[in-house]
């Protein structure tokens, strides 16, 4: 199994580009979320899903917007990327909400660069 | 609100040293989750454990060890003997009812030989 992939792995992009960052998940889960880690602050939540066609706002959601056409996969997309946005970010997924018993399964991550 | 604390953002030892990572929570929920999650140097992030409020029982699984006290709020994490592939970033989190975990700064813990 592949669990959860992110695509692509590393980016730069210059200020004001978009893009859009890539989740996967085989595991048929039901939860999706985006964080974002930053030195010294740990991970914050961007957005997050409970299922194919929600999308809800996190901690830290200005400047992006996502999307969940698919239950298997969720978008992040940089409208229009500024360097405050530089960071890596981590798709994660779980059978059930995190209030419940599922803990959260990551990908890799993706390291963005905004100059 | 609910909020987790790593007090110590680094911490240094040498191998064989016992290490006790401190995670002091605060929530309003009655019932709740509490992980620990690893990332190395590599970067991923690895699950370790969860626990429930409901169950106060410390843990042991090998050299790791956890001490949830709901009295102090704090889910503690001890690595005996530490090695040097224990070095890693190390995450405290708490369940945020249906949303999403929220998680501490990390602890960065760096094992010498």
């Known amino acids: 199994n592949a669990g959860v992939t992110q695509t692509p792995k590393f980016r730069v992009l210059k200020t004001g580009q978009s893009m859009t960052l890539l989740c996967a998940q085989d595991?048929?889960?039901?939860?999706m979320y985006w964080y974002r880690q930053d030195p010294g602050m740990g991970l914050r939540l961007i957005h997050y899903?409970?299922?194919?066609?929600?999308?809800a706002k996190g901690e830290v959601p200005d400047g992006y917007n996502v999307s969940r056409l698919k239950k298997q996969n969720f978008l992040l997309g940089l409208e229009s990327a500024a360097p405050s946005q530089t960071s890596v970010y981590f798709c994660?997924?779980?059978?059930?909400?995190?209030?419940?018993?599922?803990?959260?399964?990551f990908g890799n991550g993706t390291r963005l660069t905004v100059t | 609100a609910q909020k987790v604390t790593q007090a110590q953002t680094e911490i240094s030892v040498v191998e064989k040293e016992d290490v006790t990572l401190d995670c002091v929570y605060e929530t309003r929920d009655t019932t709740y989750y509490l992980f620990w999650y690893k990332q190395p140097p590599s970067g991923e992030l690895v699950f370790l454990i969860r626990?429930?409020?409901?169950?106060?029982q410390n843990e042991i699984s090998g050299r790791y060890s956890w001490n949830f006290q709901k009295s102090t709020s704090s889910f503690n994490f001890t690595i005996t003997a530490s090695q040097v592939v224990d070095s890693a970033v190390y995450f405290c989190?708490?369940?945020?009812?249906?949303?999403?975990?929220?998680f501490g700064k990390g602890t960065t813990l760096s094992v010498s030989s």
């Open positions: 626990r429930n409020s409901f169950d106060e």
């Open positions: 595991m048929n889960h039901e939860y």
């Open positions: 899903s409970v299922g194919e066609g929600t999308t």
């Open positions: 994660a997924s779980s059978y059930s909400a995190p209030g419940g018993k599922s803990p959260l399964h």
């Open positions: 989190a708490l369940s945020n009812g249906p949303r999403a975990l929220i």
